[in-house]
């Protein structure tokens, strides 16, 4: 039933009791007839009016429902949406911070290959300097030994042959017996020795 026809029918209720009162009946019976048709038709009324009432109430429970899950929906949505931008941004943070990690491992063992280059050269330039310097002590002690070594040696060969030289001069000049001669030549040989 339609708000418009239960209007109608509530006004005709109120015109039926209004008229009700007025109208003298003669019989009682017909009063009770006539007042159960009116509660009936009262009934009727307050049904309709529960049942528009509830029917009302349903569809603003309905709205109410629509409205709270398009809300929770819309919140769901937004909340995921959020987190995956807060993910997604997460995600992009520790991929700069890998990427900077990376770069900063790779730095730091190119420096350390670096140093472990420049050790090697300085160790093997060190090496090098040490085997110069053993062979310059070795070539320094051999000439300081050998250079007084080789004068002396000349000069007592120079000496020798002077001694041979003057002594044959002194033989062969002077007529010396061979003892005097084997003697200065034994003296040599021992001042030689």
């Known amino acids: 039933m339609k708000e418009s026809e239960l209007d109608t029918l509530k006004k005709n209720i109120g015109q039926t009791l209004t008229q009700y009162n007025n109208i003298p009946l003669a019989n009682d019976c017909t009063k009770v007839q006539a007042a ?5 038709e009262v009934k009727m009324v307050s049904d309709e009016e529960k ?3 509830d029917e009302n109430m349903q569809k603003d429970r309905f ?13 769901e949505k937004k909340k995921f949406e959020y987190e995956k931008d807060s993910s997604n941004k997460r995600l992009e943070m ?7 990690q990376y770069e900063l491992d790779k730095l730091r063992l190119s420096m350390e290959a670096k140093k472990l280059d420049l050790e090697t050269s300085i160790y093997e330039m060190n090496k090098s300097n040490a085997e110069k310097e053993r062979r310059f002590k070795i070539i320094s002690l051999g000439v300081s030994i050998l250079v007084p070594a080789v004068v002396t040696l000349a000069e ?3 000496y020798r042959k002077l001694a041979y030289s003057n002594l044959k001069l002194i033989y062969v000049d002077e007529g010396r017996p061979t003892v005097d ?3 200065s030549v034994k003296s040599v040989k021992n001042l030689i020795k």
């Open 36 to 40: 159960q048709v009116l509660l009936r």
């Open 51 to 53: 049942r528009i009432f």
């Open 63 to 75: 709205e109410l429902e629509k409205d709270h899950k398009y809300f929770t929906e819309d919140i």
């Open 94 to 100: 520790d991929e700069n911070r890998n990427k900077n």
């Open 156 to 158: 007592l060969f120079v």
């Open 181 to 183: 001669f084997k003697d």
